[in-house]
Every structure is written in structure tokens, then in C-alpha cells.
Nanobody, 125 residues
Framework: QVQLVESGGGLVQAGGSLRLSCAASGTIFSIDEMAWYRQAPGKQRELVATITKIGDTKYADSVKGRFTISRDNAKNTLYLQMSSLKPEDTADYYC???????????????????WGKGILVTVSS
């Protein structure tokens, strides 16, 4: 079993900053790619940013230059530093990981995709 605990969400004024965290625990041998997604009311879930195990990152055009994704592999923790927040950033933010539960699965690249429960970020105008 794996648990993803997201924290750091809340209410912030436009122009402000928040830092989201996602701590993974449980039967994890190794985590490959980690990502943040978000889903605004009435909209589809969209990719915000991804980061590989070696730190390569990708961002949605809407957050480039404002958000920074990072990870601490020793702590199995993912972060999202959000700055210059806009009302349109209001959404539930979800942590996503692709992990391997043991050495054999890691060698065979037989991983599992897992989602956090989401955390609300509200940006007021």
C-alpha cells in the first residue's frame, strides 16, 4: 500500500505564493516520474508540471515562469512552488507518481501509477 499526503493548499490573494508538498510513503522501492495536475470546477484535469527522477522538468504553458516543481528523492516528497498566483489557478491540485514497489518490478519497469486525493488552492482577486 502507498499513501500520498498533499499539504500546503489554501486561500491566497492574487499575486501571492503557496508551496504544495506531496509526501509518498508505503511499499515503494523507487519513484520514477512525479507530477502535479489540477482540476478547476467544471473543467477537465490538466497537467501542471512533471519532474523525472534526475530532475528534468516540464511545465504547462500557463504556469511557466511562475511555478517550480522539485522533489526530494531521499524523502520521496514532491513540491510545487507557486508564485504570482492568478484567480485562474484556482483548482484542486493532485499529486501523481509512477513508482516501483520492489527491485524486480523496478528492473522490469513494471510500475504503478498512483494519485493523491487532491488539495484545494483558491486564489482570490
Amino acid at each position: 500500500q502507498v499513501q500520498l499526503v498533499e499539504s500546503g493548499g489554501g486561500l491566497v490573494q492574487a499575486g501571492g505564493s503557496l508551496r504544495l508538498s506531496c509526501a509518498a510513503s508505503g511499499t515503494i522501492f523507487s519513484i520514477d516520474e512525479m507530477a502535479w495536475y489540477r482540476q478547476a470546477p467544471g473543467k477537465q484535469r490538466e497537467l501542471v508540471a512533471t519532474i523525472t527522477k534526475i530532475g528534468d522538468t516540464k511545465y504547462a504553458d500557463s504556469v511557466k515562469g511562475r511555478f517550480t516543481i522539485s522533489r526530494d528523492n531521499a524523502k520521496n516528497t514532491l513540491y510545487l512552488q507557486m508564485s504570482s498566483l492568478k484567480p485562474e489557478d484556482t483548482a484542486d491540485y493532485y499529486c501523481n507518481i509512477y513508482y516501483f514497489s520492489d527491485y524486480v518490478r523496478n528492473i522490469n519497469r513494471d510500475g504503478t501509477d498512483y494519485w493523491g486525493k487532491g488539495i484545494l488552492v483558491t486564489v482570490s482577486s
